[in-house]
């Protein structure tokens, strides 16, 4: 078993940055490919990048490709995703969630944790 806590959203203004932290707990989180999710008010969950366990595949969608980058720290059971060049569109609660491979779709990952915000201006 592993829960996840994320941190780091808040609000900034479009062309700005974020970095999202993800802590795990529990000893086998390198054991598990990562995943960041979000949710706009009325839409569905949308994936947005995974890595996996070792780090070093990672896959983003292609609305986030070129502006965020995932990364993950074994040592401090962490997984990051940095967001650059923020559009009002990408305003979303932001999810991580861990599973067994770092695939796109929800039903991949076991673990989720409860969100954070992240709200873009315009």
């Known amino acids: 078993q592993v829960q996840l806590v994320e941190s780091g959203g808040g609000l900034v203004q479009a062309g700005g940055s974020l970095r999202l932290s993800c802590a795990a707990s529990?000893?086998?989180?390198?054991?598990?490919?990562m995943g960041w999710f979000r949710q706009a008010p009325g839409k569905e969950r949308e994936f947005v990048a995974a890595?996996?366990?070792?780090?070093?595949?990672?896959y983003y969608a292609d609305s986030v490709k070129g502006r965020f980058t995932i990364s993950r720290d074994n040592a401090k059971n962490t997984v990051y995703l940095q967001m650059n060049s923020l559009k009002p569109e990408d305003t979303a609660v932001y999810y991580c969630a861990a599973g067994g491979r770092p695939g796109t779709m929800k039903y991949e990952y076991y673990h989720w944790g409860q969100g954070t915000q992240v709200t873009v201006s315009s």
């Open positions: 529990g000893r086998t989180f390198s054991s598990y490919a």
């Open positions: 890595i996996s366990w070792s780090g070093g595949y990672t």
